[in-house]
């Protein structure tokens, strides 16, 4: 199992270069060229929600990106440090409107990347969250001699 970590700075400048990152390592593991787009825009939705939510929680650590080869698959886990709380928890009283903005967005940028993987698990909890999408590889064909 090989895995590049790449991380950077809450930035949006910065996503671009993660999801240039994240193709480049996909078609090395072997993920599908007609799949490379959908990587691509997953990835960079992912680090955009990231990047909100640290920039809009006021942390300063970096988003973190995993890029997994396995032996039939390649992965991302892209992983945010902003804290959930879990739905017990939540304090009293009616949200404000901007937190309402900030759900939907959330709920949105959510929507878009379980639209473009069929395998995307989604934790979040009070020390940040992540994201881990998957896509099956095809092994590299060997060549006889």
Do not use: N, Y
């Not at 396995?70 to 304090?91: L, N």
């Not at 934790?123 to 969250?129: K, M, P, R, T, V």
């Amino acid at each position: 199992m090989a895995t590049v970590e790449l991380r950077f700075s809450a930035l949006p400048e910065h996503v671009r270069t993660a999801r240039l990152v994240a193709a480049a390592v996909a078609r090395r593991a072997g993920v599908d060229e007609a799949v490379l787009d959908e990587v691509r825009l997953a990835v960079g939705e992912a680090c955009t929600r990231a990047v909100g939510l640290h920039q809009s929680g006021g942390i300063t650590a970096p988003v973190q990106v995993l890029l997994i080869e396995e032996e039939k698959q390649f992965s991302i886990e892209v992983g945010d440090e902003a804290p959930r709380s879990t739905p017990g928890d939540r304090a009293s009283g009616a949200p404000g409107e901007e937190h309402d903005v900030e759900t939907e967005e959330d709920e949105m940028g959510l929507a878009v990347i379980s639209g473009l993987v069929d395998d995307v698990e989604v934790s979040a909890g009070e020390h940040g969250g992540q994201i881990r999408m998957t896509w099956p590889t095809t092994p590299p064909a060997v060549a006889l001699p």
